[in-house]
């Protein structure tokens, strides 16, 4: 009944989003992704990541067969498409495959088999239709929401010594090497979570079950919940408020001043500034972080290659974000705040709510909110008193960091099964 109630809830979401874009005249969601089918897609990279988490249910056998389908469907796309003189992209063999054992598990499969051959499926779709309804999040906030924050954010980052300006002359110092390899880890994060779940996942064939508690889970909950919030506190970022705009490509005559990341901006008292209706107000929290944060924490329990890779997604995609002008040093902070309040609920709904549980996600929230409430009414003397708000910003993320440690290893503690006293030996009978 979980999972049905699961996916009728998903599918009205993303049948009210599909209604809602066709409103403000952009793409939905569904639509999106149901052009793929022929279409070339945007990303093939993530189709495939979606049926190789779908192949986490079936046997060595049928993975063989599915990725070979995939591919050799593929082949026929990227002969056609090379007669036709049209740029050639991969992916929708992968998608072909995917749909088509929706109709397996409809008409081949029953009973268990049945509900964990459409988890698997259900998990894969969710990987893609996410990504699909975060760009159609994205362009609804360009479309409804006018005016941007960013003069109180960048007025709250110098409390936090502007940390975007001083990583975005790094970034210019490391070359194009440094450039591509950050560009190259901002943009397969994705596809980073579904290797990291694959690798989560990798017993479930073998088991006939999913865990309880996996990456992919928390990733789709902060998906979903964070564009909610970009509409409360819309922020395009320094590169487009005071630089040239992703890549150099543009930004004026929406640019307030071109400032990033040479020279910081003065302090003065802040106000909302009108912005194009293409940007997408993206920042804050930096979801990319929240991303990369949960990363890191299911790498933890991983092995050494799987930790080293997570703790090097994580610095390197932090560096990208303030790298390039697309965040600013307190988009990060609460971004982890964000992301590990998020797993904390989510583990708490897999082991059962108690109440360290719902203290810790109450605290989580409550120091999320007061961050967004400081940047948005404080800023001003945030800026004027920064030896003060600066270490301030810190402790508050860092307690809700130190609190989701000491929670979580409770939680391991109690969940252990118990030891079992020593046999003490038995003394001889005379």
Known sequence: MLWVTAAVLTLGFLAALEIFAYHYGVPGPITGQAKEVVFAPKSGALLYAGMALMMVVLTWRERFIAAGAAV????????????????????????????GYVVIA?????????????????????????????????????????MVLDQYVVTADHALGNPSWVAGRIVEATGPVGSHVLHTVYGQLPLAAAVFALYQLRNVAAERRFPGHHLVRTFLVIGLLGPAIYMIFPVVGPVFTYGDGAFGTGGAPWTLAHL??????????????????VTPRNCMPSLHTAWATTLFIHSRKGSRIARFAGAFWLVATLSATLGF????????????VFAVTVEAAMRSFDRGWDRSGIQFVTYGAVVFAALLVSYRY???????????????LILAMASVVYG???????????????????????????
Do not use: C
Request: proline share 9%; glycine share 10%.
């Open 72 to 99: 050799g469907i593929d082949g026929v796309f990227f002969l056609v498409r090379w007669a036709v003189d049209v740029k050639p992209v991969f992916g929708n063999g992968a998608f072909w495959v995917i749909l």
């Open 404 to 430: 989701y440690v000491r929670t979580t290893r409770s939680w391991e503690a109690m969940d252990a099964p118990a030891r079992q006293p020593a046999e003490q030996p038995q003394p001889e009978m005379a």
């Open 378 to 392: 404080v800023p001003l003397e945030m800026a004027n008193h920064p030896w003060v708000f600066g270490p301030l």
């Open 106 to 146: 409809v008409t081949r499969r029953e009973g268990r088999e049945r509900v964990l051959l459409l988890k698997g499926i259900g998990l894969g779709m969710l990987l893609v239709l996410g990504h699909k309804t975060g760009d159609t999040w994205l362009l609804i906030t360009s479309k409804t929401r006018p």
């Open 260 to 277: 990033w990341p040479d020279t910081v901006t003065a302090i003065s008292a802040p106000h909302a500034v009108p912005y194009d209706e």
């Open 325 to 336: 002008g697309y965040h600013y040093g307190a988009d990060l902070l609460a971004g982890v």
